[in-house]
């Protein structure tokens, strides 16, 4: 569950950008919403492609991956499903959000915030 100070920063940035509606949503339900639904567990063959399927569509949302050179591909791919499940977050596509961590093939395709 969001808490009151993520809220109250969410709306902070939201009145500064000029945005009127702010929705709280997991990454999860934002993915969705776009169309997306990362496969929970996919096979080793395909971990890298949907690893770099999944942080390309989190781009899409202003979350950006950094710095997880210390975990493998199919690490990464399931802290952030894993992570994903108790957090709620706005959709502020002006304000980017970044996470800290990359692999080996996130680094390829993100090298910050944008």
């Known amino acids: 569950m969001i808490d009151e ?4 920063d ?16 997991t990454l999860r339900q934002w993915l969705a919403n776009g169309g997306y639904v990362p496969p929970a ?38 802290w952030l499903l894993e992570s994903d ?5 706005s959709r502020r596509s002006q304000i980017p959000s970044c996470i800290s961590a990359s692999s080996a093939a996130a680094a390829r395709k993100t090298t910050g915030c944008i």
């Open 41 to 78: 567990d996919p096979p080793d063959d395909r971990v890298s492609a949907e690893l770099n399927t999944l942080l390309d569509r989190l781009a899409d949302l202003g979350v950006v991956v950094e710095f997880a050179d210390h975990l493998s591909d199919r690490e990464l791919y399931s």
């Open 5 to 8: 100070d993520e809220v109250e």
């Open 10 to 25: 969410a709306l902070f940035w939201a009145n500064l950008h000029g945005i009127t509606r702010v929705v709280f949503k």
């Open 85 to 89: 499940n108790s957090k709620h977050t």
